[in-house]
């Protein structure tokens, strides 16, 4: 007579934790965002607004764009600075925040 678990039920557990993963169930740390970039090759070149935990994140980068905008909520006005893209590709992370304000982390890798 078998005891414990069938194997099916370990086999449904990994495909849902696989999926999470993939999913981004477990949420990172606007840091860890940040250094995942720059572990890829990306240098940190400005932050905006007030940083903070994100409940989400969003990338903004174009290799075809003469410039990028970053964007950011502050009390609720929404604030932007432009980056060009002459030496640089640049590269913004917007942070969204529970309170409804933005934060922004501008990255710039050489062309």
Do not use: N
């Not at 993963?21 to 007030?50: K, N, R």
């Amino acid at each position: 007579m078998k005891t414990g678990l069938p194997l099916s039920f370990f086999r449904a557990l990994i495909w849902v934790f696989m999926g999470c993963l993939l999913l981004g169930c477990f949420s990172q740390t606007p840091e860890e965002i940040v250094q995942d970039w720059m572990d890829d090759g990306w240098s940190q070149v400005a932050s905006h607004g007030e940083i903070g935990p994100a409940t989400r994140h969003a990338v903004l980068r174009s290799k075809q764009a003469q410039s990028v905008e970053a964007s950011w909520l502050e009390q609720g006005r929404r604030k932007t600075k432009l980056y060009r893209q002459q030496t640089h590709f640049h590269m913004v992370i917007r942070f969204f925040k529970e309170d409804g304000d933005q934060f922004a982390v501008v990255m710039k890798k050489r062309k």
